[in-house]
């Protein structure tokens, strides 16, 4: 195991990684991009930067998008399926995330859209949320990509320049800050919508749909 970390650390492992995923194609890419969707405690913009790393900008940035898209449609799809009764309790319990949900009822494209244009917001959550509210399929996915294509270039964008955060420091600083400011705004953006349903929704005697449209 030991062995194993040092050799995570060496340039040379990363670099044999890199070409083992470039001779795999858009399989590979659009494959690590998915695995986000499935495991959200691993950071999408890892396999986004690999991407970047290992196919360039443009095709990297392509295959990251299809790949999270694919993924979050798949998981959209299986929730409004056979996820009604195991969500929803565990919805009705959380206040923040059960005024995020009727946001999402109430509202459909534009609060999905929203959500999935910041970086590093758990695609799972709005999918499940998007899922249970009853929201159209061809609803979802119009927000889905669209939210997903200012995402993705973001992290893409990260991810091309993670050379540049070591070689100029003040270039990271301010990317980091700018990304940080944007995380900020989506939040109390998110709070104030959170308020207006707070006060059209009852605490008390909270019952989701019975099942999705």
Known sequence: MIEWFKELMTLGYWTDML???????????VGLAMIEAFFPPLPLILFVTIN???FGFWTGYLYSWLGSCIGSIIVFLVIKKFGQKRFQQKIAKNEKIYNIFHWIKDKGFTPIFFLLTFPFTPSIVVCGLA?????KNREYFSALVLGKLIMIFSLSFIGFNIRAFVEQPLKSIILISITFAISLIGKKIIKLFEKKHE??????NKKLPAKAA
């Open 199 to 204: 006060k059209k929704t009852p605490t008390k």
């Open 52 to 54: 970047i790393m290992a």
């Open 131 to 135: 899922a249970l509210a009853g929201i």
């Open 19 to 29: 070409n083992q995923i470039s001779s795999m194609g858009m399989f590979a890419g």
